[in-house]
T-cell receptor, first 114, second 108 residues
Framework: SAVISQKPSRDICQRGTSLTIQCQVD?????MFWYRQQPGQSLTLIAT?????????ESGFVIDKFPISRPNLTFSTLTVSNMSPEDSSIYLC???????????FGPGTRLTVL | GIQVEQSPPDLILQEGANSTLRCNFS?????LQWFHQNPWGQLINLFY???GTKQNGRLSATTVATERYSLLYISSSQTTDSGVYFC??????????FGTGTRLKVLA
């Protein structure tokens, strides 16, 4: 199984600011995934981060709002830009598919926007 | 795209009771997983079960892929079982689709 860490674990931010979330995996993986979980809701995929290429965004998510970096095979960042209270959510990174048939999740970042 | 529905949406049990959670999906799938999200938000892998039956302690799961459903059984429930249970399916693309979730509360 993969061991995944995320930083920060939680944050409280002011509207209009940006927050960068880091995700570190203990082994090299081809694809990393970023999810959002709004309060009381299920998980929604934001984008897939591939090393060496642009991230692939799901419908309803755009690069200007959620820029993603993937500098190597063990690390990725997600930035939540120009935040509003509607961005208050848990953001989770995961790995799965490819080498790992199972999907494994990081502990999540709980974001509150005031 | 594939739809994943879970039932019941909410469930309250007395400690020691048994329960069955259901996950229905609208198309054929390659992989299926069950997760438990604890009150702190962390997702814990319970089962990777694209087909067949698996057991792990008080928990077991069965997936009948040809009929497009999976069941999660919890026996002798404990307060620590409280949280949200999600199934997620992988349909041959690169991504998993999550179900709507079942929120479980176990009372002491």
């Amino acid at each position: 199984s993969a061991v995944i860490s995320q930083k920060p674990s939680r944050d409280i931010c002011q509207r209009g600011t940006s927050l960068t979330i880091q995700c570190q995996v203990d082994s090299q993986v081809t694809m990393m995934f970023w999810y959002r979980q709004q309060p009381g809701q299920s998980l929604t995929l934001i984008a897939t981060a591939n090393q060496g290429s642009e991230a692939t965004y799901e419908s309803g998510f755009v690069i200007d709002k959620f820029p993603i970096s993937r500098p190597n095979l063990t690390f990725s960042t997600l930035t939540v830009s120009n935040m509003s209270p509607e961005d208050s959510s848990i953001y989770l990174c995961s790995v799965g598919g490819g080498v790992y048939n199972e999907q494994f999740f990081g502990p999540g970042t709980r974001l509150t926007v005031l | 795209g594939i739809q994943v529905e879970q039932s019941p949406p909410d469930l309250i049990l007395q400690e020691g009771a048994n329960s069955t959670l259901r996950c229905n999906f609208s198309d054929s799938v390659n992989n299926l997983q069950w997760f438990h999200q604890n009150p702190w938000g962390q997702l814990i892998n319970l089962f990777y079960i694209p087909s067949g039956t698996k057991q792990n302690g008080r928990l077991s799961a069965t997936t009948v892929a040809t009929e497009r459903y999976s069941l999660l059984y919890i026996s002798s429930s404990q307060t620590t079982d409280s949280g949200v249970y999600f199934c997620a399916v992988h349909s041959g693309t690169y991504k998993y689709i999550f179900g709507t979730g079942t929120r479980l509360k176990v009372l002491a």
